[in-house]
């Protein structure tokens, strides 16, 4: 019966021309987004990757230089653009996609590129996401909206149920006509999808791309089965097909535009982050004044200094068979470290907790929740630029304590004039990012998770309990 | 029946109805949370403003009565002019948070509003972006400019989609066919007065929020711009009143109707801006930002490794620089300087690409953009509240200038290798950026106001015509 009724729907939504239409433009668009989504990741992807290896180069080829000149010179690391990156670009418009690397400063990422862009851009872009999450929704508010009140208002409604047709069967049935007619746009457009990823991916991260291919498939999924879920239930409660209509887009506008905007305001007053002068002061008074205000660098420096004489059982800094002024740098550095994570850490966790609010907002405004899960699993979203920006710092860490240990270790206290040889920069290796894991990637979606999984529980109860529907 | 008994009646039936008071409170709320948003920001980025002047003229302060110290005596030592030009003497160029700042957010929170200018290189003193979240940055402002280009439409929508069909649906239309009265007045009247009601609605609210915001009312040109603002919210309203009466007269239902109008905001406000978007960085794809960096560093490197016949070349090409004509071994900030300048001419013609191709971009972009009655809204309201894009060019414009007098005044004392006295520091450079007058955005944006006033012309003269015509049955 069930499968009666779900041919019946498909046949219908088939002859309506409109649907047709529909369809194809929206395979279309997703085909689109798809190729040129994966031309720009790969650009970024190929344009990052020369700058970091010009980078190395320009590292390398210093010349004879001091080791804490070389410190000083640093250099630049540019965020890779992730495989996934082509369905959905999340945030890395608005990240900076890159970093100086030097002796005692945590540096910010900066060039942002949507600062580039024009206005317009902020409207939005087409991407894959942008589809599956307006378009495809939209198309399923259409499709869904008439299903009862539809029948209701002519009275086939009324001779479904006097030739005994049960309501859930007719539920089940219509839910599967409707979802039997977006598989004419959603199959084709997972098998562009995963063609995609087999075209784009270069790296050795296949199977982790795969799974992260296959969550973020289930993700929408689950999504449009949530939605169709609400827009029959809407529709056999409603009074009439206008009624069901108004609701439903009214769901779609405020779910898809106005709540991202809204929830990301409140997330900001709810978890205020400090302006960037205050940010950089905070961190300058604690490196000189110490984190507790009462450890000045002065008297970290006598202590450093009194550690050393005792350590090379030495009685004054010359006597010293290495350089006091690398050991000493290289203290206020491991200072200046502490102080970094407290201040860096703090920041990225307020963000963390704005983020988390976005996705338990995803109660109100499903959409929400997707979308955060969407980025997590693409590799574009907040966590995954913290998790590039901590590596990038322990690399910064681990040079410049290779820099100050080398100069400790070569040359007396006071000997800034002294080089060292031109080849030995190239002896560090080179920065390599390690992407996360598919596993560490979803820990932080833990809220949009049990949000997703609740909306689809709540919305395989309400079909299930259709019965409630009146016939007339 | 005169016109002014329709109206009337018209009223009523309005003030009996539900939904307007419904939409009415809602669009209370979503403007008091614009407004609170707006203000919210506008209040953060002069606290932040406030600690950079403080830092400043401390700053200034400490300097001041050093060098006041060291005119009377010869053992106070004074830094450098280098030093005192690359960090002791600098103070911040301010973009400061313009009057009717808190009605929009606008480009203002991913942009510098502020830079410390120094006798450095531009690239290293212009990484000055607001500490924020990525996220909320991606997700946009929930301001008074959102309320009234994305929100306000849908009000719109949602009070008057059924004017015409909803009349039709019920069997009504027919019976007041029946009346003395020319249909089209009738109807005129009742999309007037549902979208009066919101626009009214909409002006006296946000007239409250710009209070609300912390607008100084009392100030005549600040006045006049909040009026201008305001007209812009009813030019654009106007555009979706056209298209409400456009679809109105022509849809056969009052579901096909709503379906109509919300796909033609979904159009104006989405599909357009994002297409527009995606075509115009396909066909100017932006420059990279990252290719650039590296440049400068392939240019610092190559004037570094020259050494002194970069020193000499700078040297050679600024002769104004250096009256003696060789630069002392010991002038290290001299040799640090004409080294740097060396990199930057060689940066220059990379640099000219770079903005060129990036202009050639944004002027499409502004071209394109006005198939889209939203965006060009957008681009006026926030023009007219000074938190546009294009003002945060002027204010790099107005960087560069006081830029180059700074390390005009500097380099010619670290050339000369001339200590800076506590005269001088009076004469320092001033970093000075005036916003437009009302008079110069309006000349700037005329385009942008005709492009928005010419469709909306021409849908009320289609939905004039249609709702002349409107048929009693489907």
Same mark, same amino acid.
Request: proline letters at 5%.
């Given at each position: 019966?069930?499968?009666?009724? #779900?041919?019946?729907?498909?046949? =219908?939504?088939?002859?309506?021309?409109?649907?047709?239409?529909?369809?194809?433009?929206?395979?279309?668009?997703?085909?689109?987004?798809?190729?040129?989504?994966?031309?720009?990741?790969?650009?970024?992807?190929?344009?990052?990757?020369?700058?970091?290896?010009?980078?190395?180069?320009?590292?390398?080829?210093?010349?004879?230089?001091?080791?804490?000149?070389?410190?000083?010179?640093?250099?630049?690391?540019?965020?890779?653009?992730?495989?996934?990156?082509?369905?959905?670009?999340?945030?890395?418009?608005?990240?900076?996609?890159?970093?100086?690397?030097?002796?005692?400063?945590? %540096?910010?990422?900066?060039?942002?590129?949507?600062?580039?862009?024009?206005?317009?851009?902020?409207?939005?872009?087409?991407?894959?996401?942008?589809?599956?999450?307006?378009?495809?929704?939209?198309?399923?508010?259409?499709?869904?909206?008439?299903?009862?009140?539809?029948?209701?208002?002519?009275?086939?409604?009324?001779?479904?149920?006097?030739?005994?047709?049960?309501?859930?069967?007719?539920?089940?049935?219509?839910? +599967?006509?409707?979802? *039997?007619?977006?598989?004419?746009?959603?199959?084709?457009?997972?098998?562009?999808?995963?063609?995609?990823?087999?075209?784009?991916?270069?790296?050795?991260?296949?199977?982790?791309?795969?799974?992260?291919?296959?969550?973020?498939?289930?993700?929408?999924?689950?999504?449009?089965?949530?939605?169709?879920?609400?827009?029959?239930?809407?529709?056999?409660?409603?009074?009439?097909?206008?009624?069901?209509?108004?609701?439903?887009?009214?769901?779609?506008?405020?779910?898809?535009?106005?709540?991202?905007?809204?929830?990301?305001?409140?997330?900001?007053?709810?978890?205020?982050?400090?302006?960037?002068? +205050?940010?950089?002061?905070?961190?300058?008074?604690?490196?000189?004044?110490?984190?507790?205000?009462?450890?000045?660098?002065?008297?970290?420096?006598?202590?450093?200094?009194?550690? +050393?004489?005792?350590?090379?059982?030495?009685?004054?800094? =010359?006597?010293?068979?290495?350089?006091?002024?690398?050991?000493?740098?290289?203290?206020?550095?491991?200072?200046? %470290?502490?102080?970094?994570?407290?201040?860096?850490?703090?920041?990225?966790?307020?963000?963390?907790?704005?983020?988390?609010?976005?996705?338990?907002?995803?109660?109100?405004?499903?959409?929400?929740?997707?979308?955060?899960?969407?980025?997590?699993?693409?590799?574009?979203?907040?966590?995954?630029?913290?998790?590039?920006?901590?590596?990038?710092?322990?690399?910064?860490?681990?040079?410049?304590?290779?820099?100050?240990?080398?100069?400790?270790?070569?040359?007396?206290?006071?000997?800034?004039?002294?080089?060292?040889?031109?080849?030995?920069?190239?002896?560090?290796?080179?920065?390599?990012?390690?992407?996360?894991?598919?596993?560490?990637?979803? #820990?932080?979606?833990?809220?949009?998770?049990?949000?997703?999984?609740?909306?689809?529980?709540?919305?395989?109860?309400?079909?299930?309990?259709?019965?409630?529907?009146?016939?007339? | 029946?005169?016109?002014?008994?329709?109206?009337?009646?018209?009223?009523?039936?309005?003030?009996?109805?539900?939904?307007?008071?419904?939409?009415?409170?809602?669009?209370?709320?979503?403007?008091?949370?614009?407004?609170?948003?707006?203000?919210?920001?506008? *209040?953060?980025?002069?606290?932040?403003?406030?600690?950079?002047?403080?830092?400043?003229?401390?700053?200034?302060?400490? /300097?001041?009565?050093?060098?006041?110290?060291? =005119?009377?005596?010869?053992?106070?030592?004074?830094?450098?002019?280098?030093?005192?030009?690359?960090?002791?003497?600098?103070?911040?160029?301010?973009?400061?948070?313009?009057?009717?700042?808190?009605?929009?957010?606008?480009?203002?929170?991913?942009?510098?509003?502020?830079?410390?200018?120094?006798?450095?290189?531009?690239? *290293?003193?212009?990484?000055?972006?607001?500490?924020?979240?990525?996220?909320?940055?991606?997700?946009?402002?929930?301001?008074?400019?959102?309320?009234?280009?994305?929100?306000?439409?849908?009000?719109?929508?949602?009070?008057?989609?059924?004017?015409?069909?909803?009349?039709?649906?019920?069997?009504?239309?027919?019976?007041?066919?029946?009346?003395?009265?020319?249909? *089209?007045?009738?109807?005129?009247?009742?999309?007037?007065?549902? +979208?009066?009601?919101?626009?009214?609605?909409?002006?006296?609210?946000?007239?409250?929020?710009?209070?609300?915001?912390?607008?100084?009312?009392?100030?005549?040109?600040?006045?006049?711009?909040?009026?201008?603002?305001?007209?812009?919210? /009813?030019?654009?309203?106007?555009?979706?009143?056209?298209?409400?009466?456009?679809?109105?007269?022509?849809?056969?239902?009052?579901?096909?109707?709503?379906?109509?109008?919300?796909?033609?905001?979904?159009?104006?406000?989405?599909?357009?801006?994002?297409?527009?978007?995606?075509?115009?960085?396909?066909?100017?794809?932006?420059?990279?930002?990252?290719?650039?960096?590296?440049?400068?560093?392939?240019?610092?490197?190559?004037?570094?490794?020259?050494?002194?016949?970069?020193?000499?070349?700078?040297?050679?090409?600024?002769?104004?620089?250096?009256?003696?004509?060789?630069?002392?071994?010991?002038?290290?900030?001299?040799?640090?300087?004409?080294?740097?300048?060396?990199?930057?001419?060689?940066?220059?013609?990379?640099?000219?690409?770079?903005?060129?191709?990036?202009?050639?971009?944004?002027?499409?972009?502004?071209?394109?953009?006005?198939?889209?009655?939203?965006?060009?809204?957008?681009?006026?309201?926030?023009?007219?509240?000074?938190?546009?894009?294009?003002?945060?060019?002027?204010?790099?414009?107005?960087?560069?200038?006081?830029?180059?007098?700074?390390?005009?005044?500097?380099?010619?004392?670290?050339?000369?290798?001339?200590?800076?006295?506590?005269?001088?520091?009076?004469?320092?450079?001033?970093?000075?950026?005036?916003?437009?007058?009302?008079?110069?955005?309006?000349?700037?944006?005329?385009?942008?106001?005709?492009?928005?006033?010419?469709?909306?012309?021409?849908?009320?003269?289609?939905?004039?015509?249609?709702?002349?015509?409107?048929?009693?049955?489907?």
């Amino acid at each position: 019966m069930i499968a009666h009724i #779900a041919r019946k729907e498909r046949m =219908e939504m088939w002859r309506d021309g409109r649907f047709r239409v529909a369809a194809v433009a929206l395979l279309l668009l997703l085909a689109v987004a798809l190729l040129t989504g994966l031309t720009t990741s790969r650009g970024t992807a190929r344009d990052h990757e020369a700058a970091q290896e010009a980078m190395r180069g320009f590292w390398v080829n210093q010349g004879a230089k001091n080791p804490h000149s070389a410190a000083h010179y640093g250099l630049w690391v540019f965020k890779p653009s992730l495989p996934l990156s082509f369905v959905d670009h999340g945030v890395d418009a608005y990240t900076g996609v890159t970093t100086w690397l030097e002796a005692h400063k945590q %540096n910010e990422f900066t060039r942002r590129p949507a600062m580039d862009r024009p206005n317009v851009a902020r409207f939005g872009e087409w991407t894959a996401a942008a589809v599956l999450q307006l378009l495809v929704p939209l198309l399923i508010v259409m499709l869904a909206f008439p299903a009862f009140a539809g029948e209701r208002e002519t009275g086939t409604l009324r001779q479904l149920a006097a030739i005994g047709v049960p309501m859930r069967t007719l539920m089940l049935g219509k839910a +599967a006509g409707i979802a *039997s007619a977006l598989a004419v746009v959603l199959v084709p457009a997972t098998l562009l999808g995963v063609a995609t990823l087999w075209l784009g991916a270069g790296g050795g991260r296949g199977a982790d791309d795969l799974v992260r291919f296959a969550l973020l498939m289930l993700t929408y999924l689950a999504y449009f089965a949530v939605l169709l879920a609400l827009a029959l239930v809407v529709s056999a409660r409603a009074r009439n097909v206008r009624v069901a209509l108004v609701l439903l887009l009214g769901f779609w506008t405020m779910n898809s535009l106005v709540a991202p905007r809204a929830v990301a305001d409140l997330a900001r007053q709810l978890h205020p982050t400090t302006s960037a002068v +205050a940010f950089q002061a905070a961190m300058q008074r604690d490196i000189e004044q110490g984190l507790d205000g009462h450890n000045p660098a002065d008297a970290r420096r006598k202590a450093v200094e009194a550690q +050393a004489l005792r350590e090379y059982r030495a009685v004054s800094l =010359e006597a010293l068979p290495v350089n006091f002024d690398a050991i000493a740098m290289q203290a206020s550095e491991e200072y200046a %470290n502490t102080v970094f994570d407290r201040h860096f850490g703090d920041l990225y966790d307020r963000y963390r907790a704005q983020n988390t609010l976005t996705q338990w907002m995803g109660l109100v405004s499903p959409l929400l929740a997707v979308r955060s899960l969407s980025m997590g699993l693409a590799g574009t979203d907040v966590e995954q630029h913290r998790h590039f920006a901590v590596q990038a710092e322990l690399y910064r860490r681990g040079l410049i304590r290779w820099t100050n240990n080398y100069f400790r270790d070569n040359t007396l206290t006071g000997e800034w004039d002294w080089k060292a040889p031109p080849e030995l920069w190239a002896k560090y290796p080179p920065f390599e990012y390690d992407a996360p894991p598919v596993r560490q990637s979803v #820990a932080t979606q833990a809220a949009a998770l049990l949000v997703l999984a609740g909306w689809l529980v709540l919305a395989l109860a309400l079909v299930w309990r259709a019965p409630a529907a009146p016939v007339v | 029946m005169r016109w002014p008994t329709v109206w009337r009646n018209e009223w009523r039936l309005l003030l009996a109805d539900r939904a307007p008071w419904v939409l009415a409170v809602l669009f209370t709320a979503v403007a008091l949370y614009g407004a609170w948003n707006g203000r919210q920001w506008s *209040s953060f980025q002069r606290a932040a403003v406030a600690d950079i002047r403080r830092a400043d003229s401390e700053r200034l302060a400490k /300097l001041d009565s050093l060098l006041q110290r060291a =005119e009377g005596d010869s053992t106070v030592s004074v830094p450098p002019a280098g030093v005192l030009g690359a960090s002791g003497a600098t103070t911040h160029a301010i973009l400061d948070v313009p009057p009717l700042g808190g009605l929009a957010v606008g480009a203002s929170d991913l942009h510098p509003y502020y830079a410390r200018v120094s006798v450095r290189s531009k690239a *290293s003193f212009m990484a000055t972006d607001e500490v924020e979240n990525p996220h909320n940055l991606l997700a946009g402002r929930f301001d008074l400019v959102f309320v009234v280009v994305w929100v306000l439409p849908l009000l719109l929508i949602a009070l008057t989609y059924n004017t015409i069909t909803g009349e039709r649906d019920q069997g009504t239309m027919a019976l007041w066919r029946a009346q003395p009265v020319p249909a *089209s007045r009738v109807l005129l009247a009742k999309l007037g007065v549902r +979208a009066g009601f919101v626009l009214g609605v909409a002006c006296v609210l946000l007239g409250l929020m710009a209070w609300l915001v912390g607008v100084p009312l009392g100030d005549p040109a600040v006045l006049l711009r909040l009026l201008l603002w305001l007209g812009v919210v /009813l030019l654009y309203a106007a555009f979706w009143v056209g298209v409400i009466a456009v679809v109105n007269a022509t849809a056969r239902s009052s579901a096909a109707s709503a379906v109509l109008l919300l796909g033609s905001w979904l159009v104006v406000v989405v599909v357009i801006p994002a297409t527009v978007s995606a075509v115009v960085s396909a066909v100017y794809p932006s420059p990279s930002r990252v290719a650039l960096t590296t440049a400068l560093r392939a240019a610092s490197d190559e004037a570094a490794a020259q050494g002194d016949t970069a020193v000499n070349q700078f040297l050679a090409d600024h002769p104004e620089m250096l009256q003696t004509g060789v630069l002392a071994a010991s002038n290290a900030w001299g040799r640090t300087l004409a080294q740097q300048e060396r990199a930057n001419d060689a940066m220059r013609p990379v640099y000219a690409a770079f903005d060129s191709a990036l202009a050639a971009q944004h002027r499409a972009a502004a071209l394109a953009s006005m198939a889209s009655p939203a965006v060009m809204a957008q681009e006026l309201l926030h023009d007219l509240a000074d938190r546009s894009l294009a003002r945060f060019r002027r204010f790099d414009a107005a960087i560069d200038r006081h830029h180059e007098a700074w390390q005009t005044f500097f380099f010619q004392r670290v050339f000369g290798e001339r200590k800076v006295r506590h005269a001088e520091l009076a004469s320092l450079p001033r970093f000075a950026y005036d916003d437009r007058s009302v008079g110069e955005v309006l000349a700037g944006q005329g385009g942008t106001l005709l492009a928005l006033l010419l469709p909306t012309a021409l849908l009320w003269w289609v939905g004039w015509r249609r709702l002349k015509r409107v048929a009693v049955h489907e």
